[in-house]
T-cell receptor
Framework: AQKITQTQPGMFVQEKEAVTLDCTYD???????LFWYKQPSSGEMIFLIYQGSYDQQNATEGRYSLNFQKARKSANLVISASQLGDSAMYFCAMREGERAGGTSYGKLTFGQGTILTVHP | DTGVSQNPRHKITKRGQNVTFRCDPI?????LYWYRQTLGQGPEFLTYFQNEAQLEKSRLLSDRFSAERPKGSFSTLEIQRTEQGDSAMYLC?????????FGSGTRLTVV
């Protein structure tokens, strides 16, 4: 069964508008971490934002925020004030067996990704 | 520090040939991971090292795949008797205290 599901193969947004990229996850582990990465056409994975399952508040990093709804098992990424440079593939990922402070190690399980296109 | 370096960036090989990829992690990172990413999909975990010890291997890592990390520094991923289904991007990541840094990957094309 898919552990991370990204149901939007592609999304379009107008420059300067906000956009939400969906991510749902499935785990029986009470401690986990959720990550979002951006992958431009050059191929490298760029870390955007992290949310631990034990975090009470939604994570924010500049223009990125994570809408974490634990009961629904969703971790949607919100990008505010989209820029042309935000056009890329976006991946949601999960790490199980998380320790407080996000210092755990272990593999990431990725979703299928969402291609975001920002129009001028 | 120049980040995680992967070489080569691109590799084209004939079916049946062996290929080897190299990953140089960030020097103070003791954990190193290999992932495989096929076109339009998310990366899939292959294997993971803590220093020189290979701690976990995915079922995706068939007998034709082998990875090493001698002396806990750089790592190599070898694919023997390549098949067309091995065509993919091979990503390496290193980590320290829960944060991962990915390389730009090696794109393998098997013809």
């Amino acid at each position: 069964a898919q552990k991370i599901t990204q149901t939007q193969p592609g999304m379009f947004v107008q420059e300067k508008e906000a956009v939400t990229l969906d991510c749902t996850y499935d785990t029986s582990d009470p401690s986990y971490g959720l990550f979002w990465y951006k992958q431009p056409s050059s191929g490298e994975m760029i870390f955007l934002i992290y949310q631990g399952s034990y975090d009470q508040q939604n994570a924010t990093e500049g223009r990125y925020s994570l809408n974490f709804q634990k009961a629904r098992k969703s971790a949607n990424l919100v990008i505010s004030a989209s820029q042309l440079g935000d056009s890329a593939m976006y991946f949601c990922a999960m790490r199980e067996g998380e320790r407080a402070g996000g210092t755990s190690y272990g593999k990431l399980t990725f979703g299928q990704g969402t291609i975001l296109t920002v129009h001028p | 520090d120049t980040g995680v370096s992967q070489n080569p960036r691109h590799k084209i090989t004939k079916r049946g040939q062996n290929v080897t990829f190299r990953c140089d992690p960030i020097s103070e990172h003791n954990r190193l991971y290999w992932y495989r990413q096929t076109l339009g999909q998310g990366p899939e975990f292959l294997t993971y090292f803590q220093n020189e010890a290979q701690l976990e291997k995915s079922r995706l890592l068939s007998d034709r795949f082998s990875a090493e990390r001698p002396k806990g520094s750089f790592s190599t991923l070898e694919i023997q008797r390549t098949e067309q289904g091995d065509s993919a991007m091979y990503l390496c990541a290193s980590s320290w205290q829960g944060s991962y840094t990915f390389g730009s990957g090696t794109r393998l094309t098997v013809v």
